[in-house]
Structures are given as C-alpha cells and as structure tokens.
C-alpha cells in the first residue's frame, strides 16, 4: 500500500470507510453484537458479523461471496433485525435474505426483485419490504409473499422516504412495525406535482436522459401522507392538516403507539403528535416553533419506556434535551444527536466545545454524565447495560470501537480500515474575537523560518450542513494535507452558520447564507497570516466542493484583494436551483425573498469577477445539477470575462472513480501553480 497515492487511496478506500465495522445492532440480553464490516480495508464487500461474549470472538454470519448469488457492487449494505435479534434481513443483488442469528444458517426468499429495505416485524415472523413502490410481506419462511398496498396512481410510493426526507430532513425510511408485528404505519408518496427534471450524458447522444423529480425552491414538493395497514388488508388514513404541516419530519411505532413529527412549510413550526392506531386521528404532544425555523434534532422525537416524549429546546441560547417540554440538560452544554433511549436512560451526544462531540447520558431526575474520557468525536449504541463505543481523535486516524458490558472488561471491534499514506502534519487554531476554529496543515518537510514563506490554499466546506474543524483525523483532511505536501500552507476555518456552536450561531446566516461566511474566512486568514510568517498573503488560491464551492466563487469575486485564484467544483450558483426543504430553510421562498436569493448567487455577481476561475461539476450530478456551472459560465462569458470550466463526464456529485480523482486534483495543483506563480519542480 505504500506506493498507493493519497488521493488513489482515498477513493478506494471510499474515504477510508472500507473495513469500518458499523450499524450496530445489540441483542435485547446485552450479550451479543450485530455489525457490517468488510473483510479488509482494500475489500469493499460488505459482510455481516457477530460478536459474541464469553469468550469475546467475532462471528462472521454472512460472506457474500460464500453466497451462491452474484454479489453486487458493495455487499450487504444494511439490514434490520426483530426485536429478539434472532433474525436478521438483508438486500443482495436485489434479492431478499435472511440469516438465523444463532446458526448463522443464510438463506433467500423465494420473492421477485428488487428487493428494497427488508424489515422483519418485531416478532420474527415476517418480513416487509419494498418493491417497485409497493409495500410487501412475505413469512419468514418464504411462504405467503403478498402485497399490502401497491401504487393507486401514477407517480406513487408507499413505504419509502421522498428526495426531501433524504436530501434534507434526515429520515432515510418509510415504514414502521407495531411492537406485535400485526399492523404497519406506512407513508404514501405522491410525486405527481414535483417538477421533472433531465440528467443527460452529453457524450451519448443517441442515449435518452435520465429523468427525476426534483422539488425546486419555491415550487412543489411531494404529497406525503401516512396510512395505517394491518397484515389482512384495510387502510386507515391518519389525519393531520398537511396544508400546514406538509413535511413528515419523522414518525415511528412504540410500546405507547404510533406518532409522528410534521413540519411547516415555512419551517418555523414542529407538531409531534400521537396517532389513534383504531381511527387515524391525531393530537398534539408538544409543539416547537421558531422565527428562523426549528432545528430538526437527530433521533427525536423519542418516547422513553414510561412514555414521556424526549425531544429538545433552543429557547435559552443552548440546544438543550428536554422530557416533556422540561430541559434535562445543563445550559452550555450543545446538543447535538440523541443515540437512544434505553428504558429510561437516554443516550446521546453533546459538547460545550464545538470542535468536539461527547458521549453522554441521563435519565429522569438525574443529572447527566459523561461517557467518554478523550477529547473527539464520539458516537454510541446502547441496550441492556451494554454500549457500544466508537470514538475518533485526534491523535490518529480512523475510529476505534469497545464494547462495553457492566462489570466486563471492555472488548474492542476490530477496525480493518487501511491507514493513510500521508500523515497530517496540523495545527489547530483559534482566532478573532469570534473564536473561530482553525486548522493550519503544513508540508511534511517545511522548516518555518528557514524556508521561504508558502502560498496558502484557503480550503473549507463553510456551510450549515457539516463541520470541517474537529477533534479528529477527519477523512476530508488528508486530501487537505496532500496539497500541503505539493508546496502550500492549506488553511480550514469553520464560520458562521456551521453546527456545534449553538442555536444563535447557526442562525446568524438566516437571509444570508454567504456574507457572514465569507467574512469568518477572511478574518480568520487575517489573523493566521499575522500570527505565522510563514504564510504568504500574496498568493492566497480558495478551493471548496458544494457550498464550498459557492463561497470560493464569492471569495474571488468580492473580495479579490485577498484572494487571487479560486477553484470551485460542484457548487450552486443560483439559489433558486436547489431544493425546496434546505434553501428555504435559510433564505425563505424565492416569490417571497427574491433579493435574499440574487445576493447569494455568484450568477448575479460575474461581471465582477477579475481573479482566476476553474469550475468543475460532474454532467451526472443530480444534488446541485449541471445548470448552476453551466449557467454561471455562460454569464462569465458575456460578461468578458475568462475562466476554466472542467465537465467532469459519468460523475456524480462527488468522484468515485480513483483514476478520475487523482487526475482531478492534479489538474487544481496545476491550475494553483500557474495562477500563483508557484514554480514546478
């Protein structure tokens, strides 16, 4: 592996996930242990494992290719389990399978693909799944494969989680067990109203495009309803005013019953409500509202076994867990993902410091405690006593993962994930009078104050969506870290707007998702360059992906004193492009706001643009499309102005192909050392 490149290893590795063990399951008695992991850190093959206690030794339950079955690109990739952990089900090759825990005995249903998100009931005795938009059952032994409910339209779903609830809300499924396994709470999907929009392969021109449904800001989003389904047949709709309440945030069936979570469209309110299983109709559990929008909290809501609703408060500045609308969780102490509950005891993560995310826990009249004894990143799973303990740092790469059983001592996981060919040489800094978080890498080589000052590649993410500076090796900076070898003093900032500072800060880019960014980076570079000599302010490039990539186009064009040549790859550049859920949140509706929506598109701005330009998008990306470079370019050049556009052919949103991506990035190295005049060695 040594002569393998950063960027050939990042890809392959698929940003070094491969032999992550993951998606941990624990049995109802605390003793054993369910989770995926390939068989390797060069092998992307997803298997299914067990750990088993007394003595502690991994089981490996189903190897895909042990299967006589064509295993697919990735393996198994996830699967669900009743409530026992006795039986587990999974997707392969778009059949349905399923495993004897205990045995380890594989085998497959007899039902017609493809098979999707394959969930026995709680008692083991079926298992539902999804295909070609409907919801089916078949028993666990392969017989009685049936539809529940199948599409009564065009354009409908049932079962499933619409582009919004993925892209945006957070919730990835469409249907959920009752506790007995007899009945369903199953959402309806009806895209019929969501615009059509085309992804082409411009080098295929015989070939047809794809089509998609993709709600745009301002326009509609899809009809989501839930229904109420027993294993005989009849449906129960359950009622609540979607005309006020169109998005399902999120819902769920427990010991108490059904509920769900609705949102506003403008998204300043959140209802949890309980759902009647026998007639559908709903009543208010709590009610959240905000006059930016109400944060959707990771994990909530959530009933504890005594049935009080846990949900969260940002009512005094911090993101404080609440039961039954009263805080639980001490002030300056940020929530930011509840992990579960555990009768009681409630699992989750939280931190006063943003750079860090803890391991905490709390129950009903108690105060809440701290798991974890390192400064990281830290995630858990939970049942019976047991947790399971996965925490990355900063002082080496990857994640490490314990069991922990009371009163045992703790067993590790086995992580096979290969180790990075480059080693971060950081430091972490924080600057203004703001405290803006920083990360300064260096070439492995350099002398400060021996050898002449560096060129500095400004290179954040910057945007609500997700924190670059923490306490970890995080994937993304070891690409950060391979520019740094190349000859630069790589600068990452966290500004306004990203997560883990609290209520108030994410809020300071409500109508304005660019101006206050833009101005965190460049007063953080201020001061670094102020603090280390060893930076040079006469050659500062800007690089970002996504919204990255947005803000390196705004960095170039207002404020090219400070920044000289900028790349941006994948980037929105009109505003009024992107989706329905995550642009309104920030900048409201387009018809409603039209002038938030100019200032933050770099498309209004092109004439001003007199620095060095290179675009990248992919021709397949069906997140932010196409149309935002090309429009932008296209705006460029009438304005006169010149820039590099790189049409990235059969590519996503993100590179995949390891070729592709080692070639991308030498194309930016070469680009940053033409416009920086940064001489080749």
Aim: proline content about 9%; some cysteine.
């Amino acid at each position: 592996m040594s002569t393998l490149s950063l960027p050939r290893q990042f890809i392959r590795t698929r940003r070094f996930t491969v032999g992550l063990p993951s998606a941990f399951t624990i049995s109802p008695d605390g003793a054993s242990v369910l989770f995926l992991r390939s068989r390797s850190g060069d092998d992307p093959l997803g298997c299914l494992w067990c750990l088993d206690p007394d003595p502690a030794t991994e089981r490996l339950l189903v190897d895909p290719t042990r299967l006589d079955e064509p295993t697919g690109g990735a393996g198994i990739t996830g699967y669900a389990t009743d409530d026992s952990v006795t039986l587990a089900a999974f997707a392969l090759a778009d059949g349905l399978w399923v495993v004897e825990v205990g045995t380890g005995r594989a085998r497959r249903l007899p039902v017609r693909g493809p098979v999707l998100d394959p969930r026995p009931d709680p008692t083991g005795r079926r298992i539902a799944y999804l295909r070609d938009g409907a919801l089916r059952v078949v028993e666990a032994d392969g017989s009685g494969d049936r539809a529940l409910v199948e599409p009564d339209a065009a354009h409908v779903r049932f079962g499933t989680a619409e582009y919004v609830a993925s892209a945006s809300v957070g919730r990835e499924r469409g249907y959920w067990w009752a506790p007995d396994g007899t009945r369903l709470l199953v959402a309806r999907v009806d895209d019929s109203a969501v615009p059509i929009w085309h992804v082409s392969d411009p080098t295929e021109p015989a070939a047809p495009p794809r089509t998609v449904r993709y709600p745009v800001a301002g326009g509609a989003n899809a009809e989501v309803g839930l229904w109420l389904l027993t294993l005989a047949g009849p449906w129960t709709q359950v009622t609540w005013k979607v005309d006020e309440f169109e998005y399902l945030t999120a819902a769920g069936w427990d010991a108490h019953g059904p509920f769900a979570a609705v949102q506003s469209r403008d998204q300043r309110t959140v209802r949890t409500l309980a759902i009647d299983p026998a007639d559908g109709r709903t009543r208010p559990l709590a009610t959240q509202r905000d006059r930016h929008w109400v944060h959707l909290l990771p994990g909530t809501p959530v009933r504890t076994a005594a049935g009080a609703l846990l949900a969260h408060s940002d009512a005094d500045g911090t993101r404080r867990l609440t039961l039954d609308g009263v805080p639980i969780t001490p002030a300056g102490l940020h929530v930011r993902e509840v992990f579960g509950v555990d009768g009681d005891e409630v699992l989750f993560g939280a931190s006063p410091d943003p750079t860090q995310a803890q391991l905490w826990s709390c129950r009903p009249g108690g105060d809440a405690h701290r798991l974890d004894t390192e400064a990281g990143v830290h995630h858990g799973v939970r049942r019976a006593g047991t947790l399971v303990h996965t925490a990355r740092t900063a002082d080496r790469p990857g994640a490490r993962t314990v069991v922990r059983r009371p009163g045992r001592p703790a067993v590790p996981v086995r992580s096979l994930v290969d180790t990075p060919v480059l080693r971060l040489r950081d430091t972490r800094l924080t600057t203004t009078e703001r405290g803006l978080h920083s990360q300064l890498l260096l070439p492995s080589g350099y002398r400060p104050g021996q050898d002449p000052a560096l060129p500095v590649l400004v290179d954040p993410y910057g945007g609500p969506a997700l924190q670059r500076v923490t306490r970890q090796q995080s994937p993304m900076a070891f690409v950060s870290q391979w520019f740094a070898e190349q000859g630069f003093a790589v600068l990452i900032t966290d500004g306004s707007g990203t997560p883990g500072r609290g209520p108030g800060w994410e809020r300071e880019v409500a109508g304005d998702i660019l101006g206050p960014v833009l101005a965190d980076q460049v007063a953080a570079l201020a001061e670094v360059v102020c603090l280390r000599p060893e930076l040079d302010p006469s050659r500062v490039a800007v690089r970002g992906w996504s919204f990255g990539a947005t803000l390196a186009v705004a960095a170039v064009l207002r404020r090219p004193e400070v920044f000289h040549a900028a790349i941006a790859g994948g980037g929105p550049s009109d505003q009024r492009l992107y989706d329905t859920h995550w642009r309104e949140r920030f900048l409201g509706r387009p018809d409603e706001h039209p002038e938030r929506y100019a200032a933050c598109s770099p498309l209004t701005e092109a004439a001003n643009l007199r620095r060095p330009l290179l675009l990248i998008h992919g021709l397949a990306d069906d997140n932010v499309f196409p149309a935002h470079t090309l429009r932008l370019s296209a705006e460029l050049l009438a304005a006169g102005r010149p820039h590099e556009v790189l049409p990235l052919v059969r590519t996503g949103h993100a590179p995949s192909d390891e070729n592709l991506f080692e070639q991308l990035l030498r194309h930016q190295l070469d680009f940053l050392r033409r416009h920086l005049r940064i001489p080749t060695a």
